[in-house]
């Protein structure tokens, strides 16, 4: 069935670096773009970063320009996200989620369960 | 840059009722890339309504989304049991944002 499955999240130290998986199945994944969603615990939904269904553009929030990079790997129906110099504000749920269209620009219609990072000492 | 605000923060109501739930945006945007989420805990989000009206696959039809220019509203006619959860609205596009969420609690 269609499916997103997230991975990577764990405690990690502030200043350390992460990356974050997000594994497609049920869906043809090189069609769409791909976004990543994160949630601070107990707060609202933060739009993260998209990237093209081919991978050649990408686009960033303000709050994630810098320290974060979104790429893909369509051969592995693999979606990631590396984060640099982790701040104690990075601590959230990343959910991946399919934007239905090739340059994700469409509503989020697939979601992954999302995997949790704690940035704590 | 857009920033939506939702209202109220909070909605009690009983099973049956009518929800209705609000969504502004700081200036006009094209309601087609206004969508709507519902979101229980320890869940994903799950797209109910996208293009400001149009019900996502399996969504009930007691969910309806009107709306247009900065003002847009999630009607939830009769209360299911299940649909006490938080709502999102967002906007898609080159560049996404959510409103802060509108919490349906059980009275």
């Known amino acids: 069935q269609v499916q997103l499955v997230e991975s990577g999240g764990g405690v990690v130290q502030p200043g350390k670096s992460v990356r974050l998986s997000c594994l497609a199945s049920g869906f043809r994944f090189s069609n769409l773009g791909m976004h990543w969603v994160r949630q601070a615990p107990g707060k609202g939904l933060e739009w993260v970063a998209v990237v093209w269904f081919d991978g050649t553009q990408n686009s960033y929030a303000d709050s994630a320009r810098g320290r974060f990079t979104i790429s893909r790997d369509n051969a592995k129906n693999t979606l990631y996200l590396d984060i640099l110099r982790l701040r104690l504000d990075d601590t959230a749920r990343y959910f991946c989620?399919?934007?239905?269209?090739?340059?994700?620009?469409?509503?989020?219609?697939?979601w992954g369960r999302g995997t949790m990072l704690i940035v704590s000492s | 840059e857009v920033v939506l605000t939702q209202s109220p923060g909070t909605l009690s109501l009983s099973p049956g009722e009518r929800a209705t739930l609000s969504c502004r945006a700081s200036q006009a945007i094209s309601r087609t890339f206004l969508g709507w989420y519902q979101q229980k805990p320890g869940h994903p989000p799950k797209l109910l309504i996208y293009e400001a009206s149009t019900r996502a696959t399996g969504v009930p039809d007691r969910f309806s989304g009107s709306g247009s220019g900065t003002d847009f509203t999630l009607t939830i006619n009769s209360l299911d049991p299940d649909d006490f959860a938080v709502y999102f609205c967002?906007?898609?596009?080159?560049?996404?944002?959510f409103g802060p969420g509108t919490t349906v609690t059980v009275k």
């Open positions: 989620a399919s934007g239905g269209s090739t340059s994700g620009r469409k509503a989020f219609d697939i």
């Open positions: 967002q906007l898609y596009g080159s560049s996404p944002t």
